[in-house]
């Protein structure tokens, strides 16, 4: 069984929308941490967003705070990233991940998606 999978990537036009939709199994879902990262061509992997269990965390990267907001549907063990505004330099394979807590480190995520592209033309 995956332990999560990821949808609702791909390709958008510079200012456009976007929801990604991180569907767990109730195994990595329940009383962890969620977080997205993502990661360009010739980039490291890097923090989006994460959210603790209850909701009452949620964490930004510097680079899309005001753009983008992340929350969960507990009793469908499904995490979403919702972006606004988007860039070129948001085109990427975006992942979400779970772990004990909703952090900014990725080392601390012990469950990782396979991701799905997101592109954004100019």
Known sequence: ??????SGGGLVQAGGSLRLSCAASGRTFVNSGMGWFRQAPGREREFVAAINWSCTNRYYADSLKGRCS?????????????????????????YCAGGPRGSHRAPEYGYWGRGTQVTVSS
């Open 70 to 94: 992340i929350s969960r549907d507990n009793a469908k063990n499904t995490v979403y990233l919702q972006m606004n505004s988007l860039k070129p330099e948001d085109t990427a394979v975006y």
């Open 1 to 6: 069984q995956v332990p999560m999978v990821e």
